[in-house]
Nanobody
Framework: QVQLVESGGGLVQAGGSLRLTCAASERTDSRYVMAWFRQVPESEREFVSAISAIGGRFYYADSVKGRFTISRDNAKNTLYLQMNDLKPEDTAVYSC??????????????????WGQGTQVTVSS
């Protein structure tokens, strides 16, 4: 099972940018759907973005469309989330996840089989 490690979180002012990185222990392209979720205390995990295993299809939550960009570097087995124009409501623990290549329910946490430990993103107003 693929192991995932996130990095890149931190404290940023509203309107600022951060890039999150998720390093995978093995090749993910064509094998896994990759996604980012976020969670605040006492709330359910919230879907942020996903990228298909094959075909380069991208999916975004409405709340981040136009501000966040998901990408992957297949040579480095790495997933990214570029976050621009950050807002205080983006504050959360962000986790990357890997699901089977034929996953169709991209926004559902139960579709994913591997999770990273998460990285904190805090946006101050």
């Amino acid at each position: 099972q693929v192991q995932l490690v996130e990095s890149g979180g931190g404290l940023v002012q509203a309107g600022g940018s951060l890039r999150l990185t998720c390093a995978a222990s093995e090749r993910t392209d064509s094998r896994y759907v990759m996604a980012w979720f976020r969670q605040v205390p006492e709330s359910e995990r919230e879907f942020v973005s996903a990228i298909s295993a094959i075909g380069g299809r991208f999916y975004y939550a409405d709340s981040v469309k136009g501000r966040f960009t998901i990408s992957r570097d297949n040579a480095k087995n790495t997933l990214y989330l570029q976050m621009n124009d950050l807002k205080p409501e983006d504050t959360a623990v962000y986790s990357c996840a890997a699901g089977p290549y034929d996953t169709t329910y991209y926004s559902t946490p139960h579709s994913y089989i591997s999770w990273g430990q998460g990285t904190q993103v805090t946006v101050s107003s």
